[in-house]
């Protein structure tokens, strides 16, 4: 079993829907975790960073973290085509410091 | 954010040659981390390059296949030896802010996309 799932996709919404994307992690010590965005051919970009339980918001963009459930949350609002890309979430014991273990990715897709 | 390069951003290689692919950053970052994207798949950690000392390497990556240098606090190198073609994948680096490290904000470079025939 994997530390870190996720849902392949892909994910097809239409423009203007809200597009949820989810991860289920096994390990406990897990205490940051991050969503990242990547193009086709690009390195990934990241969107979000929580440190352990909670909601944060940033533009369109929400986070949650729910660490009793070891379950996490990206959710993009009034999605655009410029959102269509696969999407990878990333945890870690420590902060910046420590090494990332990643998600498969979800492929989203946003039809016009 | 840290602004990362690489070089070169793609290569096609030979079976049996080596590949050294270079990663510079904008900023002085106490670590630096190499990671492999292959094929559809998702990032899997190689090293941690700290600078002035040797690197970390996960499991199922050895110093011999990937030698990594970590010569001051804005570049590292990722050599990949005698090369085969399940090698090919996506090369990337990565780094946390300030030489202090801050929360979260691991940033990645834009990759070298490597391909061995």
């Known amino acids: 079993q994997k530390e870190v799932e996720q849902d392949p996709g892909p994910l097809s919404v239409p423009e203007g829907a809200i597009v949820s994307l989810n991860c289920t992690y096994s390990n406990s010590a897990f205490q940051y975790f991050m969503w990242y965005r990547q193009y086709s051919r690009k390195g990934p970009e990241l969107l979000m960073y929580?440190?352990?339980?909670g909601n944060k918001e940033d533009g369109r963009f929400t986070a949650q973290v729910d660490k009793s459930s070891k379950y996490i949350s990206l959710f993009i609002r009034d999605s655009q085509p410029s959102d269509s890309a696969t999407y990878l979430c990333?945890?870690?014991?420590?902060?910046?410091?420590?090494?990332?273990?990643f998600g498969g990715g979800t492929r989203v897709l946003v039809k016009p | 954010s840290a602004v990362i390069s690489q070089k070169p951003s793609r290569d096609i290689c030979q079976r049996g040659t080596s590949l050294t692919i270079q990663c510079q950053v904008d900023s002085q970052v106490t670590m630096m981390f190499w990671y492999r994207q292959q094929p559809g798949q998702s990032l899997t950690l190689i090293a941690t390059a700290n600078q002035g000392s040797e690197a970390t390497y996960e499991s199922g990556f050895v110093i011999d296949k990937f030698p990594i240098s970590r010569p001051n606090l804005t570049f590292s190198t990722l050599t990949v030896s005698n090369m085969s073609p399940e090698d090919s994948s996506i090369y990337l680096c990565?780094?946390?802010?300030?030489?202090?490290?801050?929360?979260?904000?691991?940033?990645f470079g834009p990759g070298t996309r490597l391909t061995v025939l």
């Open positions: 929580t440190y352990s339980s």
């Open positions: 990333a945890m870690s014991v420590g902060a910046a410091g420590n090494k990332l273990t």
């Open positions: 990565s780094t946390g802010t300030g030489t202090s490290g801050r929360l979260g904000t691991q940033y």
